[in-house]
Nanobody, 120 residues
Framework: QVQLVESGGGLVQPGGSLRLSCAAS????????MFWYRQAPGKERELVAS????????IYADSMKGRFAISRDNAKNTVYLQMNSLKADDTAVYFC?????????????WGQGTQVTVSS
């Protein structure tokens, strides 16, 4: 049974930090690229950051560069998102995504999301 379980969300003041975790099970985590997306109320889901299967390469959305950091621990089947200097605009549900493409086959899994609220 494939599972992606996000944790670490909550209420934080502007300028604060949070660390999100996404624990994976039921598939070979180490071959999947991992992504964090977010969706704010009334807005489309947007990509926050991505990391390759080995962790050797990361990509960030422009508005997150320098504030967010994605990392992974393949021994623990977990991907992280360190979020610093949080702003009210970062308020959203954050989702973890696992993606693997091999040949013509693609495998794509999503977590249920964790709420992040930035407010004073």
């Amino acid at each position: 049974q494939v599972q992606l379980v996000e944790s670490g969300g909550g209420l934080v003041q502007p300028g604060g930090s949070l660390r999100l975790s996404c624990a994976a099970s039921g598939f070979t985590f180490s071959v999947y690229s991992m992504f964090w997306y977010r969706q704010a109320p009334g807005k489309e889901r947007e990509l926050v950051a991505s990391i390759t299967s080995t962790g050797g390469s990361t990509i960030y959305a422009d508005s997150m560069k320098g504030r967010f950091a994605i990392s992974r621990d393949n021994a623990k089947n977990t991907v992280y998102l360190q979020m610093n200097s949080l702003k009210a605009d970062d308020t959203a549900v954050y989702f973890c995504n696992a993606h693997w493409r091999i040949g013509r086959s693609e495998y794509d899994y999503w977590g249920q999301g964790t709420q992040v609220t930035v407010s004073s």
